[in-house]
């Protein structure tokens, strides 16, 4: 089986870089070594997604002579005692070499020993050395930016990363993004990408798609995509049939999540259903939620520690001329007591949507593959850059014209 994997460097990722003299710095001795908040929940996070996660660090200080290899081993110990790290990448070297990021060494090893695809992978770090190893690695980069410059440190980037973050937690649900759509092609290419960690569809999705047989489609495509999440959604109107569905649906893969909507189509309210569906041990994805009392009841429908995704529609609450974002806040909060339950941002009708989602502190926020398109080119390109982008626009479409005046 092929794996992806989410690298780690260490200091100013997984516990605070010791800024002395303007420059970030490792711990000194093992006493200084202190875990980052919020780094937990974020490592257990992406376990949860289906990632391997492997420590990649520089530590020349070793090579130097000014630490020892044996207090290096200590914070290592302490880190994975914490955290579940499965692997941890060390270059001691202080003049280079090809284990020394920016060289990508330690990823390609720990690439063979883990049997990891490095192109569906991501590496994480605050430096620009952790940048340039992963581009060079192949993986997609996500850079943690902890405002060195604003500390007295000028760092430069060599090359661009593809993501930015606050913190792991932050490059963690930015890492969750699942795409939301029905045409084959489209989702098994998605589903090679390494930005892409789940993907959903729905009766509507399948019915534009051209989609004639349910089950058909739904086999095909979990021939391809075996482990990451997938959602299918039940199609009955009536609870007993769609327990049915749900529980046939629920046996084509490990990695099914079974989509119930939060009431039938005469408003009678499903959350018995999920109460059911859960407590057997079925991983539900509740979808068509627009209010808070209805996450509420969903909250209070789930079992404790089985999966779960509760989808608020909160592009269709945009739609109304209220902010979902708040919302949203207050939703998470509703599922703070379920740790099976991950809080889902759909709807999404632009890129910026995808950013409020991970500010609002969702899980997950599923985007169509339009604007997906749209976020790889667009997301985070220097706007003046793109006034030029889009000057350049109008004068190729004029020319193509032919206008004249």
Sequence with gaps: MVNRAVFLDRDGVINDAVVRGGSPLPPASP????????????????????YLLVVATNQPDVGRGTQTESAVRQMHETMSAELPIDRVEVCYDSAGGRRRKPEPGMLIDAARALNIDLQQSFMVGDRWRDIDCGNAAGCTTVLIDRGYIDRGYEERLHTQPKLRSRDLADAARQIKIYADGADRDSMLALNADPLIAGLTTNPTLMHKAGVRHFEAFARDILQIVRSKPVSFEVFADEFPEMRRQAVKIAGWGSNVYVKIPVTNTRGEASYGLIQDLTSDGVKVNVTAILTLDQVQQVAESLAQKVPAVVSVFAGRVADTGMDPAPMMRSAKDMLSGLPGAELLWASVREVLNIFQAG??????VTVPHDILKKAKVSAGMDLTALSLDTVRMFARDAAAAGFRL
Excluded at 359 to 364: E, S
């Design 31 to 50: 006493a200084d070594f202190r875990i980052l908040p919020g780094v937990p929940e974020a490592c257990q996070s992406l376990k949860d997604a289906g």
């Design 359 to 364: 500010a609002a502190g969702c899980d997950i």
